[in-house]
């Protein structure tokens, strides 16, 4: 833990301190040591939250990207549960920066009981695991109201670059067909309408993430991968066709929205233009 109660005020951690948990008032004892991050532990005892992890460095960047009265922050359900947020804004949103792995079970567990949450995962150990590809436009504009993409998947150089089909040019053989239903036609690349996607892009890519920790996939919050970087990736699922896309959001943009929205699926809903990464097809490099 970051914080103690060290005559009743908050204190980071400093050589051969002694304070109480927040939470349940145990005693708790100062770690700074040269070589570990100074942090509190409970004295004799384990931690009082079973869903708290050991904080890494990156746990603690994080953290201290928000103000110190949003920082590891008690957080009690109607029935008197209680657990320590690693983050709550003043209006309201949770985030929860998750290192290890974890199982569906306490992932739904916590969805529940914070309710108004964000996930923030660290990417950095299955980075190689996860392909980024072509840009996709925005998919509430014009444009996309009549793209059908075929799913990027790595090796497969054709969808990685951008391949997609039009549901009003398939109606012949096959009549009323929607985005939902079309499942083939004449394909398009891309380059055939590369400037349209360009001016409507708004961070939405295609990937493909290898061996993916799937309990994220099913997550019911918002999730976002730090990868390292001045942006994260949004979980998203593109449009009517189920297909799965990130969205890039720039960290600085999350961490301002997450202090003013007060809902966490409002977040980077309210956009500014972004740079383009690079032209509308290929792999993105990061």
């Known amino acids: 833990m970051q914080y103690a109660l060290v005559d009743e005020v908050r204190r980071e951690a400093f050589p051969n301190g002694k304070g109480t948990c927040p939470t349940c008032g145990s005693a708790m004892v100062a770690k700074c040591g040269p070589r570990i991050l100074h942090h509190w532990a409970h004295a004799g005892r384990r931690n009082c939250d079973p869903w708290w992890e050991n904080e890494t460095v990156w746990h603690r960047e994080w953290k201290e990207r928000f103000p110190e009265s949003c920082r590891e922050i008690s957080h009690m ?6 657990h320590r947020a690693d ?6 949103i949770v985030i929860e920066v998750q290192h290890s792995s974890m199982t569906d079970a306490e992932r739904l567990s916590r969805e529940s009981f914070y309710g108004n949450l964000v996930w923030v995962i660290d990417g950095r150990g299955f980075r190689d695991n996860f392909d980024i590809y072509h840009l996709l436009p925005d998919p509430t504009s014009d444009l996309a109201q009549d793209l059908v993409w075929s799913k990027a998947r790595r090796h497969m150089n054709g969808s990685n670059r ?6 009003s040019e398939n109606q012949d053989h096959q009549p009323g067909a929607t985005k939902a239903t079309l499942k083939d036609g004449w394909v398009h690349g891309i380059h055939e309408i590369e400037d349209q996607v360009n001016t409507s892009y708004r961070g939405h890519h295609q ?3 290898v061996r993916p920790r799937k309990t994220w996939l099913d997550a019911t919050c918002p999730v976002y991968i730090d990868f390292g970087g001045d942006s994260l990736m949004r979980l998203e699922i593109y449009d009517e066709t189920g297909l799965r896309c990130i969205r890039m959001i720039a960290k600085r943009k999350f961490v301002h929205d997450v202090m003013v929205e007060t809902s966490a699926r409002a977040i980077a809903t309210r956009f500014y233009p972004l740079p383009r990464p690079e032209s509308a097809h290929g792999q993105l490099d990061m």
């Open 207 to 209: 990937y493909d993430w």
């Open 162 to 167: 951008g391949l997609f089909f039009r549901p």
């Open 87 to 92: 983050i709550k804004t003043p209006t309201g």
């Open 77 to 82: 359900a109607p029935d008197g549960e209680i």
